[in-house]
């Protein structure tokens, strides 16, 4: 987080202290599954602490409510009925090991789909 205004500083010394690190278990590209509701998408970018709205997050069900400590992944998500961009945190996904492929409208202008059905990010989106 090179965001100012999101840095902490210890009292002593007003030196910044860095976030705790965590590792993100999914990669763009990933196939991802939510661990308790009816979706599933493709991971297009990664947060490694959450970095959405208060709002967006005291929105969810207190009981069902993520840490805010932990990678969060941001998703062309799919259920039954629709097409999605998603928001989730790591401790609610799971690998999707279906190798069904993920029919979001938007999948085809950022991956390329190989044979063996994993996703890879086209080329002119790398940096």
Do not use: C
């Not at 709205?53 to 840490?67: L, M, N, Q, V």
Request: aromatic share 10%.
């Amino acid at each position: 987080m090179n965001d100012p205004a999101h840095a902490v500083t210890a009292p002593a010394s007003n030196q910044p202290i860095a976030p705790p690190v965590s590792h993100a278990r999914f990669s763009i590209g990933d196939v991802v599954r939510h661990r308790m509701l009816d979706f599933r998408g493709v991971v297009f970018d990664v947060d490694p602490v959450f970095a959405n709205t208060d709002e967006w997050y005291d929105a969810i069900p207190e009981s069902f409510r993520p840490r805010k400590d932990q990678p969060f992944y941001h998703l062309l998500a799919e259920n039954a009925e629709s097409s999605y961009v998603a928001y989730v945190s790591q401790q609610n996904l799971v690998h999707d090991d279906s190798d069904e492929p993920v029919e979001h409208p938007a999948i085809a202008g950022l991956f390329d789909r190989s044979a063996d059905g994993r996703y890879g990010l086209k080329s002119q989106h790398r940096h």
